[in-house]
């Protein structure tokens, strides 16, 4: 399937950022993308993030002052 799509110009420096970065294609900086997002990991990655937070604030605090 092909698919065009516009990006505006901050989007399209990220993706050519990432590319240069990663050592790929626009286009498979691209596909990376759109697998992650799809593959829910973005939102359990969020999801464990904020468990992590509620559960270890006392011991995240403490090391901040630390």
């Known amino acids: 399937m ?3 799509l516009r990006l505006s110009e ?3 420096q ?6 240069d970065k990663e050592g790929c294609s626009l286009e498979d900086a691209a596909r990376t993308a759109v697998l992650e997002y799809t593959s ?3 939102r359990e990655r969020v999801r ?12 995240l605090r403490r090391l ?3």
């Open 40 to 42: 829910g990991w973005h």
């Open 48 to 59: 464990l993030l904020e468990t992590i937070l509620e559960q270890d604030s006392a011991v």
């Open 10 to 12: 901050q989007e399209a």
């Open 2 to 4: 092909i698919i065009a």
């Open 64 to 66: 901040g002052s630390a």
């Open 14 to 19: 990220a993706l050519q950022r990432t590319a």
